[in-house]
């Protein structure tokens, strides 16, 4: 019963480096969300899509690129880290939008640019 | 001012106290709102959604104000395995984007 599932689970870059982070969800579910989440603070939106072939921005997308590659799988990706992007990134997935539907997410990513 | 606004706490109580968090936000047009759990260095998880005729689910009470403009959130009888952070989440009505709370942090204590 994996749900969503996010990879790497912990990562260490060096400002400049470039990364991808990984999110697969097994629940057949139409849109899929990246989020950051800084210590003491609530989650953020950077991009999200609300279906197969859509991505759009969110709250905080600068830095940020993704790819809804399939409707399973949603990246998110890094092209050229800084410290400000130290912060752990929660993958999440609903059915219907999440307007109205419950958001399930990975367990998250655990990111350190030095 | 932020769109969705929590008081963090902490909140220190003891088991078997009742204890009850506010959110407010900002934006009046917004239609769905959720109460999310998050424990320690884990991902959040829903708690319950909250409906205008407020609902309960064992021993948690959920509450909205349309008018002030604010949800609650109702823990009666706590209990240790409560500790946690509560994350208020609302929903505006157009854009489809969910706004969380910055989150507030319970300690039931024995």
């Known amino acids: 019963n994996a749900g969503v599932t996010q990879t790497p689970k912990f990562q260490v870059l060096k400002t400049g480096q470039s990364m991808t982070l990984q999110c697969a969800q097994d629940?057949?579910?139409?849109?899929m969300y990246w989020y950051r989440q800084d210590p003491g603070m609530g989650l953020r939106l950077i991009y999200y899509?609300?279906?197969?072939?859509?991505?759009d921005k969110g709250e905080v997308p600068n830095g940020y690129n993704v790819s809804r590659l399939n409707k399973r799988e949603f990246s998110l990706r890094l092209e050229s880290a800084a410290p400000s992007q130290t912060s752990v990134y929660f993958c999440?997935?609903?059915?219907?939008?999440?307007?109205?539907?419950?958001?399930?997410f990975g367990e998250g990513s655990r990111l350190t640019v030095l | 001012r932020k769109e969705v606004e929590q008081d963090p706490g902490p909140f220190n109580v003891p088991e078997g106290a009742t204890v009850a968090f506010n959110c407010t936000y900002s934006n009046s047009a917004s239609q769905s709102f959720f109460w999310y759990r998050q424990d320690c260095r884990k991902e959040p998880k829903l708690l319950m959604s909250?409906?205008?005729s407020g609902n309960e689910d064992g021993r948690f009470t959920a509450q909205l104000n349309r008018a002030s403009q604010y949800i609650s959130l109702l823990i009666r009888d706590s209990k240790l395995s409560d500790s946690a952070t509560y994350l208020c989440?609302?929903?505006?009505?157009?854009?489809?984007?969910?706004?969380f709370g910055d989150g507030t942090t319970l300690t039931v204590k024995p």
């Open positions: 989440v609302v929903n505006p009505t157009n854009a489809g984007k969910s706004t």
């Open positions: 909250v409906y205008s």
């Open positions: 999440a997935s609903s059915e219907r939008g999440d307007r109205t539907g419950e958001l399930f």
């Open positions: 899509s609300a279906s197969e072939g859509t991505t």
């Open positions: 629940m057949n579910h139409n849109s």
